[in-house]
């Protein structure tokens, strides 16, 4: 199975700052990768798929981008509340997930 | 509104079955993949299984593989996994999520269950 890589595991940042997190897949896949949010005690949210398509009523602050086996997720302008953990994940078959990325404010 | 809703979750002791459930409205529900995530308390996400329209494909993770069984009805609405010899590691709060595709092809777990929790112990 391709495993998924996040980095770092856990960040603090100022509001308004720019916060980028990585993925790193295993082997190539392509595009098949999405991001998701998941604020606490909430269900996860689509934000990203395609590598750097934004899902509906994604705020645009939310930007993604990369191929093949390295993608980033980048919030432009880190706002309160968006606080959460963010996982990547390759999104064809045996769609597994990143450990995830827990974002806080400083 | 599109809503998935689980249940069949609760306490139940390791090497003993269990099978949830997930009813689906909102959406043609026999259009689109269907897949399980669970998330152990205070872990992250881990996908668990997941199954295409005709259920035609039908894919395990290797945790999982030869214990759990994911089945649905389109008739119905639902989606099923049947969880057998159980272990203390299955204790999570399971989900049921669906597979948008857009055109192009491309894919992710655009709508997401509350989840229900089964404990092993």
Redesign the interface.
């Known amino acids: 199975?391709i495993q998924m890589t996040q980095s770092p595991s856990s960040l603090s940042a100022s509001v308004g700052d720019r916060v980028t997190i990585t993925c790193r897949a295993s082997q190539g896949i392509s595009?098949?990768l999405?991001w998701?949010q998941?604020k606490p005690g909430k269900?996860?949210?689509?934000l990203i798929?395609?590598a750097s398509?934004l899902?509906s009523g994604v705020p645009s602050r939310f930007s993604g981008s990369g191929s093949g086996t390295d993608f980033t997720l980048t919030i432009s302008s880190l706002q309160p509340e968006d606080v959460a953990?963010y996982?990547c994940?390759k999104?064809?078959?045996?769609?597994?997930?990143?450990?995830?990325t827990k974002v806080e404010i400083k | 509104e599109v809503q998935l809703v689980e249940s069949g979750g609760g306490l139940v002791q390791p090497g003993r079955s269990l099978r949830l459930s997930c009813a689906a409205s909102g959406f043609s529900f026999g259009d689109y993949a269907m897949?399980w995530?669970r998330q152990a308390p205070g872990k992250?996400?881990?996908?668990v299984s997941?199954i295409s329209w005709n259920i035609g494909n039908i894919?395990y993770?290797?945790s999982v593989k030869g214990r759990f069984t994911i089945s649905r009805d389109n008739a119905k609405n639902s989606l099923f996994l049947q969880m057998n010899s159980l272990r203390a590691e299955d204790t999570a709060l399971y989900?049921c999520a669906k597979y948008?595709l857009?055109a192009?092809g491309?894919?992710?777990?655009?709508i997401?269950?509350?989840?229900t929790m089964v404990t092993v112990s």
Do not use: C, I, R
């Open positions: 199975d595009n098949y999405a998701y998941q269900v996860p949210k689509l798929y395609a398509t899902h953990t996982y994940q999104s064809n078959s045996a769609p597994h997930f990143g450990g995830g | 897949h995530v992250g996400l881990e996908w997941g894919d993770a290797d989900y948008m857009n192009a491309w894919g992710a777990f655009d997401w269950g509350q989840g």
